[in-house]
């Protein structure tokens, strides 16, 4: 069985892509109201490569990762930049 974690174990968490590169760090979670089913994760502090992908920007101006591009959770979180652009 799959490790579970606690979602606020997320936050302030550094986001590097898959290549090595920081995207910033986990501010919040975005959850489907209906099923509960988390759909994003908030970026805050992006970096110059995390504005140059395609996400979808807060009026804070923090960016909307999609959950399902995570591949690894640590010390930071890892997602797949092929699911960003």
């Known amino acids: 069985m799959p490790e579970r974690i606690k979602p606020e174990s997320l936050f302030n968490k550094q986001v590097m892509t898959n290549n090595g590169k920081k995207l910033g760090t986990i501010k919040d979670l ?44 640590g010390d930071f979180v890892v997602v797949d930049e092929k699911d960003l652009i």
């Open 30 to 73: 975005v959850f489907e109201t209906n099923s509960g089913e988390i759909v994003y994760f908030v970026l805050t502090n992006p970096t110059p490569h995390a504005l140059t992908l395609n996400l979808e920007q807060t009026k804070e101006r923090d960016l909307l990762v999609p959950w399902h591009s995570i591949v690894a959770f």
